[in-house]
């Protein structure tokens, strides 16, 4: 029997396809099919993407296996899951499943594998299933270049708290108008709103980017002049992700460092009237210089992060929420 590489536990975190998400609403494959066909949909997309996804676990299981204890997790048990401070943690895409995972770790490294580079962008994702063979290696061996990424952290005056990898939205479960009172240094305003992003650095090619796409168009369209964004420096590369060179680049083409030590936020669709104000609806929040947030939501207000809403925060009437750079930073494998 081959000695084991090492005695840290590697954890692999998976999630189920969406042909696993039909099965479980629907009993069996065969219904499902029905179900999706009856739309006029192309069933077999399903079971290509669930046959490649599987064949890529499996693949993965057995390369890591080869090196160490494995322990497969799936990505509904991740929010419970306590991490050990030596664990090296691979994640098996898409893209999502990275930032999900991050913000519940503390200073392990993450590897993020593309199980279907075909479908997946993979921005989280830099290598395949094949590559695992030698990244868990350099891992192991700290040869690896680790790069930081800076989270956000909403935490409210009872206590509980959440963080955020990509961005974190501040409002109403049903995304219909939300009341709230914004504070940033020493201005304040009353407002409704569909709710207020937070993003980080690593988001900002996200959330953020299509609410600043969609407010230049309407401007530039209104005053029949191309608007260029006031906040261009947003996506200018403060430096490359892994270390290259600096560039010159477009606002579409760029992005904000993942390790960039501030936030921004947006307030989505303000709405002024005689008691509320659209004063204060973009700005950058520093270290030392937090967003703060009083809700006057008297039922379904919700913090949550990273697009997921079954994992939030209660945020009714007089819950305050402080908005700041993470005590802690997120550490990918490059």
């Given at each position: 029997m081959n000695q084991p590489l090492t005695e840290r536990k590697i954890v692999l975190i998976k999630r189920r396809t969406r042909l696993e998400d039909l099965v479980v609403r629907y009993n069996t494959v065969?219904?499902?099919?029905?179900?999706?066909?009856?739309?006029?949909?192309?069933?077999?997309?399903?079971?290509r993407e669930d046959r490649v996804y599987r064949e890529a676990l499996a693949e993965a299981a057995g390369l890591l296996s080869d090196v160490g204890r494995v322990q497969i997790l799936d990505r509904d048990h991740v929010p419970n899951f306590i991490f050990g401070e030596q664990d090296i943690i691979v994640v098996l895409g898409p893209d999502g499943l990275v930032a999900n995972?991050?913000?519940?770790?503390?200073?392990?490294?993450?590897?993020?594998?593309?199980?279907?580079?075909?479908?997946?962008?993979?921005?989280?994702?830099?290598?395949?299933?094949?590559?695992?063979?030698?990244?868990?290696?350099?891992?192991?061996?700290?040869r690896?270049?680790?790069?930081?990424?800076?989270?956000?952290?909403?935490?409210?005056?009872?206590?509980?708290?959440?963080?955020?990898v990509n961005d974190l939205f501040v409002g109403r479960r049903t995304h219909v108008s939300a009341r709230y009172e914004l504070k940033l240094n020493e201005a304040a305003e009353q407002q409704s709103s569909s709710g207020v992003i937070?993003?980080?650095?690593?988001?900002?090619?996200?959330?953020?980017?299509?609410?600043?796409?969609?407010?230049a168009g309407i401007v530039s369209r209104a005053t029949h002049q191309p608007l260029k964004l006031a906040v261009?420096?947003?996506?200018?590369?403060?430096?490359?992700?892994?270390?290259?060179?600096?560039?010159?680049?477009?606002?579409?083409?760029?992005?904000?460092?993942?390790?960039?030590?501030?936030?921004?936020?947006?307030?989505?669709?303000?709405?002024?009237?005689?008691?509320?104000?659209?004063?204060?609806?973009?700005?950058?929040?520093?270290?030392?210089?937090?967003?703060?947030?009083?809700?006057?939501?008297?039922?379904?207000?919700?913090?949550?992060?990273?697009?997921?809403?079954?994992?939030?925060?209660?945020?009714?009437?007089?819950?305050?929420?402080?908005?700041?750079?993470?005590d802690k930073k997120g550490r990918l494998v490059v």
């Amino acid at each position: 029997m081959n000695q084991p590489l090492t005695e840290r536990k590697i954890v692999l975190i998976k999630r189920r396809t969406r042909l696993e998400d039909l099965v479980v609403r629907y009993n069996t494959v065969q219904q499902a099919e029905f179900y999706i066909e009856r739309l006029g949909a192309d069933f077999s997309d399903y079971t290509r993407e669930d046959r490649v996804y599987r064949e890529a676990l499996a693949e993965a299981a057995g390369l890591l296996s080869d090196v160490g204890r494995v322990q497969i997790l799936d990505r509904d048990h991740v929010p419970n899951f306590i991490f050990g401070e030596q664990d090296i943690i691979v994640v098996l895409g898409p893209d999502g499943l990275v930032a999900n995972t991050l913000k519940y770790t503390e200073s392990q490294p993450l590897i993020g594998v593309n199980p279907d580079p075909h479908r997946w962008d993979g921005v989280l994702l830099p290598f395949s299933v094949r590559d695992l063979k030698l990244i868990i290696r350099d891992v192991i061996y700290a040869r690896r270049t680790i790069q930081e990424v800076t989270l956000a952290k909403a935490e409210l005056n009872d206590g509980q708290y959440l963080y955020g990898v990509n961005d974190l939205f501040v409002g109403r479960r049903t995304h219909v108008s939300a009341r709230y009172e914004l504070k940033l240094n020493e201005a304040a305003e009353q407002q409704s709103s569909s709710g207020v992003i937070i993003s980080t650095g690593l988001g900002s090619t996200g959330w953020l980017k299509s609410v600043l796409a969609g407010a230049a168009g309407i401007v530039s369209r209104a005053t029949h002049q191309p608007l260029k964004l006031a906040v261009e420096d947003i996506h200018r590369k403060e430096h490359e992700p892994t270390g290259g060179h600096r560039e010159a680049e477009s606002a579409d083409q760029a992005r904000a460092a993942w390790d960039s030590r501030h936030l921004y936020f947006t307030v989505r669709e303000p709405f002024p009237s005689r008691t509320t104000a659209a004063n204060l609806v973009f700005g950058r929040i520093e270290e030392g210089s937090p967003l703060r947030i009083v809700s006057q939501m008297p039922e379904e207000g919700v913090i949550f992060s990273d697009g997921i809403e079954s994992d939030y925060l209660e945020f009714n009437s007089g819950v305050e929420a402080v908005i700041r750079l993470a005590d802690k930073k997120g550490r990918l494998v490059v």
